[in-house]
Structures are given as C-alpha cells and as structure tokens.
C-alpha cells in the first residue's frame, strides 16, 4: 500500500506534467497563430479598349457592388475575379483571374486566363489587361524566386496576333498593376504562327529574378493583346513565387502556363478565403 506522503508526491508530479503540458498546447498555439498566414486577400481587374475602361476592384462592399454593375463577378475579399462581356471593339467570353493567395510554403500564384477574346471592330487597337493580388504570406523566406509565363492559342487570327505579358511582384502589398508595382519579370511576346492547326499556338517563360519581401505581398501582371480585326484566341499569363534559391523548372512554368485553358468555362464565384 502506498503511504500517504508517496501519493501526495505522485500527484505534484502529474500536476507539474499537466501544467507543461497545457503550458506546451498553448504555447505551440500561440506559436501557430503567430505564423499563420493573413486569411483575407483582395483583387484588382480591369480591361481597356481606346476610351472604354472597365475596372473592378473587391476590397470593399462598395467596390464590389460597383464590379457587379460594370459585368465582373467576385466577392468582397475574395482572391479572384470574373468577366464577360464587350470593352471597346472587344468581346471576352470568359476571363478568370484566379489565385492561391495567401499561398501556400511550396508556391504562390496569380494566373489571369482569358477564352475566346475577339477583335469584333476594334480595328488595330489594342485590349490591355491590368490584375493585382495581395497579400500573400507563403511561401516564407526572402528573397523569393518570382517567375512568369504565358500561352496562347489563336483559334482563328491573322500572322502576328499577339500577348506581351509583363509581371510584378510587389512587396508594398498594394493592388497597384503594372509598371512601378514592384519587381518585374517580362517573357517574349507570344506571336501567332499562323502555320496551321494545331501549331497556331505559343507559350514563352521569362527569366526568373530575385523578389526581396519584408512582409505580406501582392502579385500583379499586364497583358497588352493585339489581335486583326475578326480574329480570336485564348490567352494566359502566370506569375509564380518559390521559396529561397528554388527555381520552377521550364517545364513546370509551361504547365502552369497552358494547365488552366481546360479549367475555363462559364462564370465563376470566387470563395473569400477562408
């Protein structure tokens, strides 16, 4: 039988253990909030043909009320954007700007994928799209790896059709887009070969820089498309960031950059991240 001193003593001890214990859970939650990345991100669209500009940005509900009215279908805080409709002498079919903001600690992306854009009387104007993510959190390190790419199928276009795409990744985690928003990275002009199907396609990769970041950061691209008058394709741009001295390989990049042509089809509703 025990004596009563012993008890006394093998109770202190389970009481000590169950104090680490409880002190352990928490701390490691604390911890987990600490690390864990800001669940709320926002996004910027808008589409330009000459005097037309359409724009739409959800980091507020009066924003979003405004996307609704101009065609765009989104939520507030939501990591992506939708829309279809005319802008200019340009019809869009299907456009998606889609994200895995915050990230996650292998990759984050912004991938902008436009079916069936057609030059209906735009002449020889161009359509200009602008996008923005921000706040990404992963992946963690600095500086990041930030690659772009792009594709194109030209379902029906003349020779020379064709998509400059430029990114940016911006450590001020504004929705700011285009030049001045960050660290660039340009890939070669995706031009129509016009050779015959199914070799009037292309993708181009950019070399991929150094992205030094402080904090929470946005991604954000420019694509000016150039297509003749009755003609229509499909286009893609894609923006990577990698952890520390991780480079995508090629082909990944062209994966990323031709993977969601297949994905597109009717309007979307993009979730608030939970």
Do not use: H
């Amino acid at each position: 039988m025990n004596s009563p001193k012993r008890s006394t003593d093998a109770l202190a001890a389970m009481a000590a253990q169950m104090k680490r214990t409880v002190v352990t859970v928490f701390g490691s939650a604390a911890l987990l909030v600490a690390v864990s990345p800001t669940a709320k991100a926002d996004a910027f669209l808008s589409l330009q043909n000459g005097a037309t500009l359409l724009s739409c940005n959800n980091s507020t509900a009066a924003g979003v009320a405004a996307c609704v009215a101009a065609g765009f279908t989104t939520v507030l805080g939501g990591n992506g954007i939708a829309f279809a409709g005319a802008v200019g002498g340009y019809s869009v079919f299907d456009l998606a700007l889609t994200s895995n903001s915050p990230g996650n600690p292998a990759l984050g992306f912004a991938t902008d994928t436009k079916t069936a854009i057609a030059n209906v009387s735009a002449g020889a104007t161009a359509l200009t799209v602008l996008f923005a993510v921000n706040n990404f959190a992963l992946p963690a390190g600095s500086p990041l790896t930030l690659s772009a790419s792009q594709a194109a199928t030209f379902v029906s276009a003349a020779a020379g059709s064709s998509q400059n795409f430029v990114a940016w990744g911006n450590a001020a985690n504004t929705l700011g887009a285009g030049p001045g928003n960050g660290v660039p990275v340009a890939t070669p002009d995706c031009v129509n070969p016009a050779i015959a199907p199914p070799v009037n396609a292309c993708s181009t990769i950019g070399v991929p820089v150094l992205f030094a970041r402080a904090g929470n950061f946005a991604l954000n691209g420019r694509e000016i498309i150039n297509l003749n008058q009755g003609g229509t394709a499909n286009f893609q741009g894609s923006i990577a960031v990698t952890p520390p001295s991780v480079v995508p390989e090629p082909g990944s990049l062209v994966l990323l950059a031709t993977g969601l042509f297949g994905l597109v089809g009717g309007r979307r509703v993009f979730r608030r991240k939970a």
